[in-house]
């Protein structure tokens, strides 16, 4: 069976991971680490300290509980060590998660906002 893909446009076989989808996870290890327990606790902690709204959209003053994910600020392929760090995550709407993606926008201003998503308790 064959569908339309959503992030290139072109038909392909379902199931298929598409190359131009940025978020496919590279290796085996970056996908269990993101089947466990622990992220699902954890991204869940986040989200709630974030009060599920984009943190971006909160600094620049916009309210945005719309289809919220948790980034990685630091690339899970870069370093795992930081895979469950508060200070290494951050909750987007999926418009910045994906500029994030692109490195539109600099690690240490998305870190500092989580810095302060933590300061708050």
Wanted: hydrophobic share 30%; charged share 30%.
């Amino acid at each position: 069976m064959y569908r339309s893909c959503a992030k290139c446009g072109k038909v392909h076989k379902v199931g298929f991971p598409c190359p131009a989808d940025k978020r496919i996870y590279a290796t085996t290890a970056e996908r269990k680490l993101r089947s466990t327990y622990k992220w699902t606790i954890k991204s869940k902690e986040v989200r709630d300290k974030a009060h599920y709204l984009c943190e971006v959209c909160a600094d620049q003053g916009v309210i945005n509980f719309n289809d919220i994910e948790v980034h990685h600020i630091v690339k899970v392929k870069d370093d795992t060590t930081l895979f469950l760090e508060n200070d290494n995550l951050i909750c987007l709407c999926t418009h910045h998660h994906h500029q994030a993606d692109e490195g539109k926008f600099d690690i240490e201003y998305l870190r500092q906002l989580a810095i302060k998503r933590e300061s708050r308790g």
